[in-house]
């Protein structure tokens, strides 16, 4: 059973950290790039971050571009989000997901994830 679990989520106060976790089982982890998303309340769903599975590739959002680490590694099927200088805006559903394969012209485009995790809530306080 392929999972996709996501955790970390919290209230923290404006300029805060938090960092997020994304474990995966049930599927080769490592083929497959892992990506976060993210849902405010009365918004589209809007992608965050991602990271390749093969050559680990990290590419950001122009919202969170220098405030936000993606990383892998340091636990096996593991992928974080590192979160820094958080703002008020941030304030969403934080979802991670996995592709077997996106364009790398446009590697947060929703459609080429295969697999969703639960979402984890942010909080950033003004």
């Known amino acids: 059973e392929v999972q996709l679990q996501a955790s970390g989520g919290g209230l923290v106060q404006a300029g805060g950290s938090l960092r997020l976790s994304c474990v995966g089982s049930g599927f080769t982890f490592g083929d497959y790039a892992i990506g976060w998303f993210r849902q405010a309340p009365g918004k589209v769903r809007e992608g965050v971050s991602c990271?390749?599975?093969?050559?680990?590739?990290?590419y950001y959002a122009d919202s969170v571009k220098d405030r936000f680490t993606i990383k892998s590694g340091y636990a096996k099927n593991t992928v974080y989000l590192e979160m820094n200088s958080l703002k008020p805006e941030d304030t969403a559903v934080y979802y991670c997901?996995?592709?077997?394969?996106?364009?790398?012209?446009?590697?947060?485009?929703?459609?080429?994830?295969?697999?969703w995790g639960q979402g984890t809530l942010v909080t950033v306080s003004s």
């Open positions: 990271i390749g599975g093969r050559d680990s590739k990290q």
């Open positions: 997901a996995a592709a077997r394969f996106f364009a790398y012209n446009d590697p947060m485009h929703a459609p080429f994830y295969d697999y």
